[in-house]
């Protein structure tokens, strides 16, 4: 049951640039998380938001949520060569712990 | 800091083994989970568990059963492992919250 759908697969960027990432889902959610894998490592929890939000920001990062079109938006500003990962998207639906993963974008950031 | 560690980072076992995968997590998180992660299908649950003793399939539970005796402790086991199950396995938790919080993954590899 594959809910999040990140676009592009792969991107690669030089540092100091801008990264978009997107993610789409098909169902109703509760929330919308974005995680980072490093190489061969477990995911890290980068950003919650909600579905009544539609922005939020942390950081570097700029997350955008649109329930009307099921999709949302990663943005890493001032990339560096450290940003260089895999990032997921994963959706919650209402009452459930669960959550469902995206197959994730290979992000490279060259020095 | 939450602290999610799993026995092993890497293993290597024969067909027909019963293999064990501990995950310890320090937080005193209800919830806790399984995935199995592989190329170009990301992440997919195995089960969950909700509280000690109780637990739920989740997308993929064939060949796989768990244990969970004591809150802080969940454990995933392959009855009888086969060449399918090579993976990199990940166990997470997560409390009141919906982020999960991740161990740095068992890459399992069945021979």
């Known amino acids: 049951s594959q809910q999040g759908e990140e676009d592009p697969q792969a991107l690669s960027i030089q540092e100091g640039e801008n990264a978009t990432m997107n993610c789409s889902y098909k169902t109703s959610i509760n929330n919308l998380q974005w995680y980072r894998q490093n190489s061969g490592r477990g995911l890290v929890h980068l950003i919650l938001?909600?579905?009544?939000?539609r922005e939020k920001h942390s950081g570097r990062l700029r997350v955008t949520l649109d329930t009307s079109k099921k999709s949302s938006s990663l943005l890493i500003t001032a990339s560096r060569a450290a940003d260089t990962a895999s990032y997921f998207c994963?959706?919650?639906?209402?009452?459930?712990?669960?959550?469902?993963f995206g197959k994730g974008t290979k992000l490279t950031v060259n020095p | 800091d939450v602290k999610v560690t799993q026995s092993s980072r890497y293993l290597v076992k024969r067909t027909g083994e019963k293999v064990f995968l501990e995950c310890v997590q320090d937080m005193d998180h209800e919830n806790m989970f399984w995935y199995r992660q592989d190329p170009g299908l990301g992440l997919r649950l195995i089960y969950f568990?909700?509280?000690?003793?109780?637990?739920e399939k989740g997308d993929i539970p064939e060949g796989y059963s768990v244990s969970r005796e004591k809150k802080e402790r969940f454990s995933l086991i392959l009855e009888s492992a086969s060449t399918n199950q090579t993976s990199m396995y990940l166990c997470?938790?997560?409390?009141?919250?919906?982020?999960?919080?991740f161990g740095p993954g068992t890459r399992l590899t069945v021979t």
């Open positions: 568990s909700y509280d000690v003793k109780m637990k």
């Open positions: 938001i909600r579905s009544n939000e």
């Open positions: 994963a959706t919650s639906s209402s009452g459930s712990e669960k959550l469902v």
């Open positions: 997470a938790s997560s409390g009141q919250a919906y982020e999960q919080y």
